[in-house]
């Protein structure tokens, strides 16, 4: 399952960084929750999930981000057809520095295509309010 997943999400990195939206979301399962910065994020159609990927990518853009790399996948299978997916990205600028550094987890299911649920961003969370 592991290198099915590896092909996967290296395709996944591919049309991300290239900004395609679409393609993306050609990925992607509808409803779709995203969860960034601990607030789930509920996207109940594929025109707002193309607009959620769509903004995501030119803020990458923005940053300077040329591409993707796949660090390492950590796969918790779930049966033949589904999976929780953690994978650890290094996003670089076309001149190799680091834009960042992050873990995504994501929940798949499957295989034949693979295709997204929803992810979480293992983003930090901010400091809680008093």
């Given amino acids: 399952m592991t290198g099915n997943l590896s092909y996967f999400f290296e395709r996944y990195a591919e049309r991300y960084m290239a900004g395609d939206a ?3 979301a050609d990925m992607c399962e509808v409803p779709f929750t995203a969860v960034r910065s601990g607030s789930p994020i509920h996207l109940g159609d594929r025109e707002a999930l193309v607009d959620h990927l769509a903004g995501l ?3 990458y853009r923005a940053a300077g981000a040329a591409a993707a790399d796949v660090v390492d996948l950590d796969v918790l299978e779930q049966g033949e057809g589904a ?3 953690t994978v650890h ?3 670089r600028a076309a001149d190799g ?3 960042r550094d992050f873990r995504t987890s994501y929940q798949l299911v499957g295989p034949q295509p693979w295709r997204i649920l929803g992810y979480v961003n293992h983003d930090p969370l ?3 309010q008093p």
Avoid: D, K, L, N
């Fill in 22 to 24: 679409y393609a993306v």
């Fill in 57 to 59: 990518m030119a803020a």
């Fill in 83 to 85: 999976a929780i997916v």
């Fill in 89 to 91: 990205w290094h996003v």
């Fill in 97 to 99: 520095a680091a834009v």
């Fill in 126 to 128: 901010p400091p809680a």
